[in-house]
């Protein structure tokens, strides 16, 4: 089933997706439908989730690591190699993102994104897709040439508007073999499956549950395949994975 976030009237609340174009509210989140129904071009739409940190992980598709110039001779990493956005970053499917001034190389990186449903501390590999909410479209930008250039990657991953999330999120859909494409420009420029991340999402978020607690509405970013590029002023992108509907839109302004 497909949930929303949205403001209505200045409140903000979760929703239940009605066919293509209702939401009807919660009762309370994941909860039985209330008896209003609104149309959608009637609400705001917001980025499916409200977290308290951003959880990403770097590396994780062969292709993108030898593509990024990465060696890893005949080991692959062993274990998931970790950095956080954080909730600034959030922007809502169908916005326009300005071309920051400071950066010449305002990458874009196509993902699956798990948003955590409980909290999740020290829990199993086995057991952690329980944990999740849902599962949406997500694009990580990053500012490459800052990404290089600065001692952390505070502004090359963390500047406003530098994770456009949503726009709905599925919650019945098994990560282990859906495929993340993103187009900019109508061009496809990304397209690979789940199943070639080094590390899978429970065990990513087994992972992170071992060290830091994911609370609900958390967000862990599972990587981006090959095929990252640039974006100039006017580009349009789009990300879509697969079995969660409607695809996530942006516009470089």
């Given at each position: 089933?497909k949930?929303?976030?949205?403001?209505?009237?200045?409140?903000?609340?979760?929703?239940?997706?009605?066919?293509?174009a209702?939401?009807?509210p919660?009762?309370?989140?994941?909860?039985?439908?209330a008896?209003?129904?609104?149309?959608?071009a009637?609400?705001?739409?917001?980025?499916p989730a409200?977290?308290?940190?951003i959880?990403?992980?770097?590396r994780n598709?062969?292709?993108?690591?030898?593509?990024?110039?990465?060696?890893?001779?005949?080991?692959?990493?062993?274990?998931p190699?970790?950095?956080?956005?954080?909730p600034?970053?959030l922007l809502p499917?169908?916005a326009t993102?300005p071309?920051?001034?400071?950066?010449?190389?305002?990458?874009?990186?196509g993902?699956?994104?798990a948003?955590?449903?409980?909290?999740?501390?020290?829990v199993?590999?086995?057991?952690?897709?329980?944990?999740?909410?849902?599962?949406?479209?997500?694009?990580?930008?990053t500012a490459?040439d800052?990404?290089k250039?600065?001692l952390?990657w505070?502004?090359?991953k963390?500047?406003?508007?530098?994770?456009?999330?949503?726009?709905v999120?599925?919650?019945e859909?098994?990560?282990?073999?859906?495929?993340?494409?993103?187009w900019?420009?109508d061009?496809?420029?990304?397209?690979?499956?789940?199943?070639?991340m080094?590390?899978?999402?429970a065990r990513v978020?087994?992972?992170i549950?071992?060290?830091?607690?994911?609370?609900p509405?958390?967000?862990?970013?599972?990587?981006?395949?090959?095929?990252?590029g640039?974006?100039?002023?006017g580009?349009?992108?789009?990300v879509?994975?697969?079995?969660?509907?409607?695809?996530?839109e942006?516009?470089?302004?």
């Amino acid at each position: 089933m497909k949930m929303l976030r949205f403001r209505k009237d200045g409140e903000t609340m979760w929703g239940w997706l009605m066919g293509e174009a209702h939401v009807t509210p919660m009762r309370k989140l994941g909860g039985e439908a209330a008896s209003e129904v609104y149309p959608l071009a009637d609400v705001e739409l917001l980025p499916p989730a409200d977290p308290s940190k951003i959880v990403c992980v770097g590396r994780n598709y062969t292709d993108h690591i030898k593509e990024m110039g990465h060696s890893f001779g005949e080991e692959l990493p062993q274990e998931p190699g970790l950095f956080l956005k954080a909730p600034n970053t959030l922007l809502p499917s169908g916005a326009t993102l300005p071309y920051p001034g400071w950066t010449s190389e305002l990458h874009y990186e196509g993902e699956l994104a798990a948003v955590i449903g409980q909290t999740a501390r020290n829990v199993s590999e086995e057991e952690a897709l329980g944990y999740v909410l849902g599962y949406t479209n997500a694009l990580d930008i990053t500012a490459r040439d800052k990404q290089k250039s600065d001692l952390q990657w505070i502004r090359a991953k963390s500047a406003d508007g530098f994770l456009p999330l949503g726009p709905v999120l599925e919650t019945e859909l098994d990560p282990t073999n859906v495929y993340v494409r993103t187009w900019v420009n109508d061009e496809l420029r990304q397209e690979a499956s789940t199943s070639l991340m080094i590390f899978p999402v429970a065990r990513v978020i087994s992972y992170i549950s071992s060290f830091m607690t994911l609370e609900p509405g958390d967000v862990v970013l599972t990587g981006t395949p090959s095929g990252v590029g640039p974006l100039e002023p006017g580009d349009r992108v789009r990300v879509e994975v697969s079995g969660v509907g409607a695809p996530l839109e942006l516009t470089i302004g």
